[in-house]
């Protein structure tokens, strides 16, 4: 299985259990590795053959701006559900971190796997 990857991709959303989290927008930073075969692209050098990153991180950041969550983990599973169902992705990996969520920390948030890598 190749892997097709979006790094550092950086949207801003509601997401906090606290009431002055649900009040302001604040930035949470994907990282996603989604499992495909690129060699039918590869052969072809058509976009249409492979997993369109560009269309993937673009839909993502339309479900992430409009989506309000108080868990970082629910946020993910959203994700990751529709890139698996929208785009035909038998695997992924991703983290969702939350920049300066604690303090001394760059970042906290999850990492979460689905699917079956084959």
Not at 74 to 79: F, N, T, V
Not at 98 to 118: D, F, H, L, Q
Request: hydrophobic share 45%; proline share 3%; charged share 35%.
């Amino acid at each position: 299985m190749d892997i097709v990857y979006i790094r550092d991709l950086k949207v801003k959303t509601t997401v906090g259990i606290f009431d002055w989290e649900r009040s302001i927008r604040q930035e949470v930073r994907i990282d996603l590795e989604m499992g495909t075969d690129i060699r039918p692209a590869a052969d072809s050098d058509c976009i249409d053959h492979t997993l369109n990153y560009k269309a993937v991180a673009k839909r993502v950041i339309a479900l992430v701006e409009s989506n309000e969550r108080e868990l970082v983990e629910a946020m993910a599973e959203d994700i990751a559900r529709m890139v698996m169902a929208e785009f035909s992705v038998p695997w992924l990996r991703l983290t969702l971190g939350k920049p300066g969520a604690v303090r001394g920390a760059r970042e906290v948030g999850v990492s979460i796997e689905r699917g079956e890598r084959g």
